[in-house]
């Protein structure tokens, strides 16, 4: 065997992995300068073959790791890869991987990859020949400087290393610590030996005494036992009576608990139909009062409607009058609009012909006053002017002014004349549009009265869907009082059925259901909840009689969980894991259960539980795996007969359950927490929960299609109201543009006067000012004249007499004008501001009063009435027959409080009566107790008697109980002479007897332990002194002989030192007798003595008398004698150069080689 690779990774100064190979199987050299790592290559190897790396501390262990620079190293390791081709390490492999692995934390070996402790390792090395005992197939550096300058004593302690005495002096320490122990036991045996024999003189002398007690004790005892017989005798006699009297009573009250139950159960049906009573008695008081508070309701609308038909009477007798009256009064307007019509025709033709003669003579009056002025004008120009010229420039001045003035003129008379030609255009588009939208009036009245027809018609049918739409509320109300009681009540019954299953069972089933709807809502996990069917509490029925039988033989196994397949199980209960819910489940798959043929008895006191139970064929499976092996029998004695004869499980109807293997349970069942009921009432409660929310989901829908209907009608009113609202805008609109357009009209017309006397003012000013420019226009060129001519003045004269003619005349026609202009203006004030006015507001009046829609209104409101009255017979036959609903209810709660009361009367006589037998029993029981407690006393008094003479049984067996007493007490009087006498005498006596006995024995054994072990010592001593020395023969042998070859002609010994450092003959090696007188301890040191020259009668010469380099060469010799005596399957050695002459040098290579 040899090295063949060595791995070092992070260890001293290797910080990189680095693999040294290969290694050749005879000897290799590791050659290097200071500081490479040779030493280092060393440590390595010796790190995990060595044992002076073995138990090191946190801080050594870190010192091994390297370090440099760089990041620390946290964990370094060498492994060495062994050549086992010879199979020198008792493994089957040619290669043996061996690594150790070093951390700050952890130190670990691994053998062949995988982890071995330590102690594994050292054997496997010590196997390989790596002794512990000889280390030194590793010489280390400066070891053998170290040896060379080692004391004799250091030498004897590495002889005794390489012989193995350190085995021998570990057993000869346990050796001492038994034998001190041994000395230790024996001291303690003798002490305990020394006072037994003392005690036993002592009982010696009490011993005569004790046997004359002991003669009246046993007479005691005898009669004490024949006593306390015959009282145990008595006693149980009582007690069988007793039991008898205890078994009656209990007959008595198992029929009064039947009784109970029944009574309770009555009870129970009677409160809950009690409470249903009560909840319909306050359902009818409600129905009632809703009905009620709706009549009162309809009877204030009636109130309101007759009001409103009486106040709509009258407004439509008022209507009729008024109209009436306007009419009358628009006839008399009419007339007399007429008549002034007529008188204003006949006024205003003479008004018009005096005014235009007032406008002729006006305007001729103006143009002869012109004439008169511009002539007077023409005879002050002669004075004004002094030339022609002069004049004529101003003539052609005052022309040029005139001529503007003209056109001015003719501007205004065509701006007047066209206007008044708009306005009479205008006002004839004024009268054809009011003429045009006074017909459509009419159809705008039309259309509102039928809006207005349409608006009722709908408020009537909206008015009954509202009528429909409270009958439906109340029905709501009446389901939504049912429908909490049921919720009440089943949430009662969830409570009861809570604390039959227990919490975790109950969050369980809550947290799967849970986990459905999440499934459900997820969606693709149908057929999970599809193979989910509930538990098994959920799946079976089973009568009233059997109940309690089924529950006694399910227990916890009715709230297991049926699923179809264990694939759904195990999808449901990751789904229950991952959210983390609460509680208990137990999963029942029908694919993984299985239920063989099961052959039943044929037997009439039993039938099969499976019969008794109702289920689906598709949990056949779960409900046979759970009561196919049980048996319902009629009687307890049956049931135990049948589950012996047929091993089956067998229950009563009471619940008394035998097994199979034999054992009983039973007892008092409480029947009125039955899981099956409650499971039942919850079933029942479900439904018509379930109907009830079907009933108001079908009322929600009527609900919901009514209140449709209500919007519907109020979108069609709301739409029939603005269309309405809008016509009647429109309406009002047309009439004030009919007023509107009036009184333009009427506009136009008062201002159409004052147009035309401004036109015909314009006219006659133009004419004035044509006339002047014609008489400039005559004087222009004309001589410059200082007075008039002839021809002028007498123009002058004759325009004077007509304009004086003139004025008269215009005088006269103004008068006569002014009175027809003021007749006429009073015809037209009074038409137009009277007359008219109150015309079109009797028109208006007539308009608005629309008898039509009041009596549609009043008709409206008669037939509101008249359903309202309808409403109200048909709501007091309501009340009256909630009225007898709720007189029955009454009657009925009275009936069912009285049978309630009766069968709780019941139920307390009969639980009275079980208290009382329970009293009774409980008299018996204390009587059993104390027959019982005195039975026991007679038995451990006669327990306490102890051995018992065999006569005792007879010897007083036809003794009276007096004479018996009388005998004891003589006995006692006996005893008390020897009240001083020690009762246990004899006892101890043997006792003590017995002990020391049992210690001689024990001593005599640890003599002879002592004795052993003494010898075992002594050969132990021996063994380690023949070791010494065999090994000291071996090794001195062996260095005569190295040394010989490192210096040819050399000699060298081994001595042996004892305690006066003198030589020592030691005997032959002839065995253990030749070894008498010799002892290990008396060994002091191995002195070596040598000669290096030939000559073998020279003087030897000791350690210290050698030069440095004899000493290595010596101490290397004694290293390579260690080595023969034990050796090793390589060597290391470091650094063994100090050897200089080439002999040993030549001999130290072949050695190694």
């Known amino acids: 065997m040899h090295i063949k690779q060595v791995i070092i990774q992070g260890f001293k100064s290797y910080r990189e992995q680095t693999v040294v190979e290969p290694f050749h199987k005879g000897h290799n050299v590791v050659v290097g300068r200071n500081g490479s790592g040779k030493s280092n290559f060393f440590y390595a190897i010796q790190f995990v073959l060595s044992d002076e790396f073995s138990h090191l501390r946190p801080e050594q262990r870190q010192a091994l790791l390297h370090e440099g620079t760089g990041p620390r190293v946290l964990t370094g390791f060498v492994e060495i890869i062994f050549d086992n081709s010879d199979s020198r390490f008792p493994i089957e492999r040619d290669e043996v991987f061996l690594r150790r692995v070093i951390g700050a934390k952890k130190d670990q070996y691994f053998l062949n990859k995988k982890m071995v402790p330590r102690n594994d390792v050292v054997n496997l090395l010590e196997s390989a020949g790596f002794s512990r005992s000889n280390p030194y197939y590793i010489v280390k550096q400066g ?107 209990g007959d008595g009250s198992e029929s009064l608990r039947s009784r109970l139950r029944e009574a309770e159960k009555n009870a129970k049906q009677a409160s809950r139909d009690l409470k249903e009573i009560r909840q319909q008695v306050s359902q009818a008081k409600e129905e009632k009062q809703g009905i009620q508070m709706e009549l009162q309701q309809l009877q204030q609308e009636k109130t309101k409607l007759e009001n409103r038909e009486r106040d709509l009477d009258e407004e439509m007798s008022g209507d009729k009058n008024s109209k ?39 305007k001729e009056l103006g143009l002869k006053e012109q004439k008169r002025k511009e002539l007077y004008a023409k005879q002050g ?99 939504q009082q049912s429908l909490s009681a049921k919720n009440e009540e089943l949430s009662k019954c969830e409570g009861e059925f809570r604390s039959m ?16 709807d999440s499934f459900r809502n997820r969606g693709g996990y149908e057929h999970i909840a599809n193979g989910y069917h509930g538990l098994i509490l959920e799946n079976i029925r089973c009568d009233e009689g059997t109940q309690t039988a089924v529950e006694v033989t399910a227990g916890k196994r009715l709230y297991y969980h049926i699923v179809e397949t264990d694939e759904v199980g195990s999808t449901i209960l990751k789904e229950f894991n991952r959210q983390k819910l609460p509680g208990e489940v137990n999963f029942m798959p029908l694919n993984r259960l299985m239920v063989g043929n099961v052959q039943y008895p044929k037997d009439p006191n039993v039938i099969e539980m499976v019969r008794v139970i109702k289920y689906e064929d598709k949990y056949d499976k779960a409900v046979r795996h759970i009561f196919g092996r049980t048996l319902i029998c009629r009687e307890l004695e049956a049931a135990v007969k049948t589950a012996k004869s047929h091993r089956f499980d067998c229950v009563t109807l009471d ?49 919901h299609t009514v209140e449709e209907k209500i919007k519907e009608f109020g979108a069609d009113m709301q739409k029939n109201e603005t269309r309405n609202s809008k016509i009647k805008d429109t309406f009002d609109k047309v009439k004030t543009d009919i007023r509107l357009n009036k009184e333009k009209v009427s506009l136009i017309d008062r201002s159409k006067q004052s147009k035309e006397r401004s036109l015909n003012q314009l006219k006659s000013n133009l004419e004035a000012l044509q006339s002047t420019k014609e008489g400039f226009e005559a004087e222009l060129h004309q001589d410059l004249l200082s007075s008039l001519s002839v021809h002028d003045q007498r123009e002058v004269d004759i325009l004077t007499d007509q304009i004086r003619q003139l004025t008269k005349e215009n005088k006269e026609t103004f008068t006569r004008r002014m009175q027809k202009e003021a007749e006429k203006n009073k015809l037209e004030n009074t038409l137009n501001n009277n007359l008219v006015r109150r015309r079109d507001e009797l028109t208006q009046a007539l308009q608005e009063i629309s008898v039509e829609d009041r009596k549609r209104e009043l008709d409206q409101c008669r037939s509101e009435l008249k359903t309202i009255e309808v409403k109200i017979k048909t709501l007091d036959k309501s009340v009256s027959l909630a009225e007898r609903k709720l007189s029955d209810q009454s009657s009925k709660l009275k009936g069912a409080q009285e049978l309630c009361e009766r069968y709780k009367t019941e139920e307390r006589e009969c639980q009275e009566k079980i208290n009382d037998d329970a009293k009774d029993l409980e008299k018996l029981a204390t009587k059993q107790n104390t027959l019982q407690q005195k039975i026991n006393d007679c038995v451990k008094k006669i327990r306490e008697l102890g051995s018992i003479p065999t006569d005792a049984f007879d010897k007083f067996h036809n003794t009276a109980l007096k004479q018996l007493y009388s005998q004891l007490e003589k006995a006692n009087q006996q005893l008390k002479q020897y009240s001083h006498v020690n009762k246990k005498a004899l006892d101890q006596f043997m006792s003590f007897s017995d002990q020391k006995e049992k210690l001689v024995a024990r001593k005599e054994e640890l003599d002879v332990g002592h004795e052993k072990i003494r010898e075992l010592m002594d050969h132990l001593e021996l063994r380690k002194t023949e070791a010494i020395l065999f090994t000291f023969r071996q090794v001195a042998k062996n260095f005569t002989e190295v040394f010989r070859k490192l210096v040819p002609g050399g000699h060298g010994q081994l001595v042996m030192q004892t305690g006066n450092r003198e030589e020592t003959d030691l005997p032959e090696d002839g065995g253990g007798s030749s070894l008498q007188g010799f002892n290990s301890d008396t060994f002091t040191g191995v002195g070596i003595r040598v000669s290096f020259s030939g000559n073998i009668s020279a003087e030897m010469k000791e350690m210290n ?49």
Not at 157 to 176: F, I, M, N, P, Q
Not at 501 to 516: K, M, T, Y
Not at 675 to 687: C, D, F, T, V, W
């Open 143 to 249: 070891k053998i400087n170290q040896m060379a300058t080692a004391p004799d004593a250091h030498r004897l302690k590495l002889l005794r290393e390489v012989a193995g005495t350190r085995v021998y002096d570990e057993r000869k320490e346990e050796s001492k610590s038994i034998l001190k122990e041994t000395e230790g036991k024996k001291e303690k045996i003798e002490e305990f030996l020394k006072t037994i024999e003392d005690r036993l003189a002592t009982l010696e002398e009490e011993k005569e005494e004790l046997k004359e007690y002991q003669k009246w004790d046993k007479k005691r005892r005898a009669l004490e036992y024949t006593i306390h017989d015959r009282e145990l005798n008595d006693t149980k006699k009582k007690l069988e009576e007793l039991e008898s009297r205890r078994k009656k009573y």
């Open 1105 to 1153: 008398q050698l030069s440095g380099g004899q000493k290595s060469l010596v101490a290397l010799a004694l290293i390579f004698a260690i080595q023969k005596c034990d050796p090793a399957p390589f060597y290391l050695f470091d650094e063994i150069d100090q050897v200089r002459k080439k002999k040993s040098l030549k001999f130290l290579g072949s050695s190694i080689g």
């Open 381 to 479: 120009r002669g004075s004004q002017f002094t030339t022609k010229d002069e004049r004529d420039k101003w003539i052609t001045s005052e022309l040029k002014m005139l001529s503007k003035r003209i056109k001015d003129k003719s501007d205004d008379i065509t701006r007047l004349t066209k206007e008044l030609e708009q306005d009479a255009k205008k006002k004839i588009e004024l009268e054809d549009d009011v003429e045009k939208t006074s017909g459509e009036i009419e159809s705008y009245k039309n259309n509102i009265d039928e809006y207005n027809k349409k608006y009722y018609e709908l408020k009537k049918n909206r008015d009954q869907q509202h009528s429909d739409r409270n009958e439906l509320w109340r029905k709501e109300s009446n389901l």
């Open 655 to 703: 619940g008394d359950k035998v097994a199979s293997k034999g054992v009983l349970t039973g007892g008092y069942y409480n029947s009125s927490r039955s899981s099956l009921e409650i499971q039942k009432r919850r079933s029942a409660l479900h439904k018509e929960k379930a109907d009830l929310e079907s009933q108001m989901t079908n009322l929600k829908r009527e609900l």
């Open 501 to 516: 299953a227990g919490r975790e069972i109950f969050n369980g089933r809550n947290s799967i259901l849970q986990v459905l």
């Open 324 to 362: 009436k009256r306007a009419e009358q009064e628009l006839d008399k307007l009419n007339a007399t609009i007429k008549q002034k019509e007529e008188e204003l025709c006949r006024v205003k033709p003479e008004y018009e012909q005096l005014k235009k003669k007032e406008e002729v003579i006006a």
